[in-house]
């Protein structure tokens, strides 16, 4: 259903009116209006009242896969010489996402008034980011938007690549922990509680097991109340922690030092740094304006204050590897190449190679964790359910060696 606007207006006689209109776009009820003699004052569309679900849901984050979509569609439409216009009508269409779909209708309205794609793109940050605007504009200017847009398919593609390994390996030990904790808290209320009344009726000293085993039982059951607003006071506490700018370069401190999971992530960190720099030098961007928008890209504030550091001394004239040696964070393969790069005029095609190295570095870090991930949790998932079964099991022996 196309969108309903209000709108003031004077008619031939000079009489004032008001009304209602359904149209496309704005403009186009403005000409329908103008076509039927009236001279439009004022036009607004009529904001539909949305329940709870279709608001959360229309407010939802733009994911990285959205984004590959769209630059796949946009890519093709634009290879096959359509109009900027008519390609965002085809895209609004399409859309599946309610936030992407409103943000393209916008988009079209201002290409439309007279803006150029790439500042109709950066008024919306939360969708576009600043890497997306600037290879846009990069393309506008140099006559290559096809070129830069297939660039850029086919950079989210391998990012969303990297997310869906990362993610494999961090889902797997999540679940076995859930699973592992609701099966102790079934165990340790609904189990323990029946053999509380025979360990009583004994009368015999409980083994310590059994004892500590007997004490969670009766605070779950009395005190889960408690236990659920400590845990949402922790989580709302580790959020505005990681809200601050200290918190979030601690935490961030943090992954990369964890075994098995900070490796694996630092190879994430530096093929995405390694892409990024390597499709916005290749699309004409200068490295100091490029190392601007990949301190954003990395996702890690390590990382992103080491660049800042790098890109004040290449300001000031310093080579870009000079400042990265200096850093022990980037691995010396990746400041030779860098380097090279650099004295051979090449830089796009070194950084291109060392994120090629580092997709595959991580590939085997994420086959590495699981294989480690895996026997470590089911030892804990063992260990815990063990100590439950031996703190049941030792009263009742000692109970039997009484008769």
Same mark, same amino acid.
């Given at each position: 259903?196309?969108?309903?606007?209000?709108?003031?207006?004077?008619?031939?006689?000079?009489?004032?009116?008001?009304?209602?209109?359904?149209?496309?776009?704005?403009? &186009?009820?403005?000409?329908?209006?103008?076509?039927?003699?009236?001279?439009?004052?004022?036009?607004?569309?009529?904001?539909?009242?949305?329940?709870?679900?279709?608001?959360?849901?229309?407010?939802?984050?733009?994911?990285?896969?959205?984004?590959?979509?769209?630059?796949?569609?946009?890519?093709?439409?634009?290879?096959?010489?359509?109009?900027?216009?008519?390609?965002?009508?085809?895209?609004?269409?399409?859309?599946?996402?309610?936030?992407?779909?409103?943000?393209?209708?916008?988009?079209?309205?201002?290409?439309?008034?007279?803006?150029?794609?790439?500042?109709?793109?950066?008024?919306?940050?939360?969708?576009?980011?600043?890497?997306?605007?600037?290879?846009?504009?990069?393309?506008?200017?140099? =006559?290559?938007?096809?070129?830069?847009?297939?660039?850029?398919?086919?950079?989210?593609?391998?990012?969303?690549?990297?997310?869906?390994?990362?993610?494999?390996?961090?889902?797997?030990?999540?679940?076995?922990?859930?699973?592992?904790?609701?099966?102790?808290?079934?165990?340790?209320v609904k189990i323990v509680p029946t053999f509380v009344g025979m360990f009583n009726s004994s009368g015999a000293a409980l083994p310590l097991p059994t004892r500590i085993l007997l004490g969670a039982s009766d605070f779950l059951q009395t005190y889960w109340w408690a236990l659920l607003l400590g845990i949402g006071g922790l989580l709302a506490i580790f959020y505005s922690y990681r809200q601050t700018s200290s918190?979030?370069?601690?935490?961030?401190?943090?992954?990369?030092?964890?075994?098995?999971?900070?490796?694996?992530?630092?190879?994430?960190?530096?093929?995405?740094?390694?892409?990024?720099?390597?499709?916005?030098?290749?699309?004409?961007?200068?490295?100091?304006?490029?190392?601007?928008?990949?301190?954003?890209?990395? =996702?890690?504030?390590?990382?992103?204050?080491?660049?800042?550091?790098?890109?004040?001394?290449?300001?000031?004239?310093?080579?870009?590897?000079?400042?990265?040696?200096?850093?022990?964070?980037?691995?010396?393969?990746?400041?030779?190449?860098?380097? &090279? =790069?650099?004295?051979? =005029?090449?830089?796009?095609?070194?950084?291109?190679?060392?994120?090629?190295?580092?997709?595959?570095? /991580?590939?085997?870090?994420?086959?590495?964790?699981?294989?480690?991930?895996?026997?470590?949790?089911? /030892?804990?998932?063992?260990?815990?359910?063990?100590?439950?079964?031996?703190?049941?099991?030792?009263?009742?022996?000692?109970?039997?060696?009484?008769?």
């Amino acid at each position: 259903m196309a969108p309903i606007y209000e709108y003031e207006a004077i008619s031939r006689g000079g009489e004032r009116v008001a009304g209602r209109i359904e149209a496309d776009r704005s403009n &186009i009820a403005a000409k329908q209006l103008k076509e039927s003699g009236y001279y439009v004052t004022s036009i607004k569309e009529v904001q539909e009242k949305k329940d709870l679900g279709s608001v959360l849901k229309a407010s939802g984050r733009v994911k990285t896969k959205d984004l590959t979509i769209f630059s796949h569609q946009f890519a093709a439409m634009i290879d096959a010489g359509i109009s900027l216009v008519d390609a965002f009508n085809i895209l609004y269409e399409e859309a599946e996402h309610p936030k992407l779909k409103e943000v393209i209708r916008e988009i079209q309205e201002d290409i439309e008034t007279g803006s150029s794609l790439s500042d109709a793109m950066s008024r919306h940050p939360k969708v576009f980011p600043e890497l997306y605007c600037q290879l846009v504009r990069a393309g506008e200017t140099g =006559g290559v938007l096809n070129t830069v847009l297939n660039q850029l398919a086919a950079h989210y593609d391998k990012q969303e690549e990297i997310n869906g390994k990362v993610k494999s390996a961090l889902y797997y030990p999540i679940t076995i922990l859930v699973i592992a904790v609701f099966v102790v808290i079934f165990l340790v209320v609904k189990i323990v509680p029946t053999f509380v009344g025979m360990f009583n009726s004994s009368g015999a000293a409980l083994p310590l097991p059994t004892r500590i085993l007997l004490g969670a039982s009766d605070f779950l059951q009395t005190y889960w109340w408690a236990l659920l607003l400590g845990i949402g006071g922790l989580l709302a506490i580790f959020y505005s922690y990681r809200q601050t700018s200290s918190g979030e370069l601690q935490l961030d401190k943090l992954i990369l030092k964890i075994p098995v999971i900070g490796n694996m992530m630092q190879k994430v960190i530096l093929s995405r740094f390694s892409s990024t720099l390597a499709i916005l030098l290749g699309s004409g961007v200068d490295l100091i304006s490029s190392l601007n928008i990949v301190e954003d890209v990395v =996702g890690n504030k390590v990382y992103a204050n080491a660049l800042i550091e790098a890109r004040g001394q290449v300001r000031e004239g310093v080579s870009f590897s000079r400042p990265l040696a200096n850093m022990p964070i980037f691995p010396s393969i990746l400041v030779q190449m860098v380097k &090279i =790069g650099e004295e051979s =005029g090449n830089l796009e095609m070194m950084l291109n190679k060392v994120s090629n190295f580092y997709d595959r570095e /991580v590939g085997n870090a994420v086959e590495a964790s699981i294989s480690l991930i895996e026997p470590l949790m089911i /030892v804990f998932l063992a260990g815990v359910v063990g100590f439950i079964v031996i703190s049941i099991v030792l009263p009742m022996f000692e109970m039997f060696q009484q008769f």
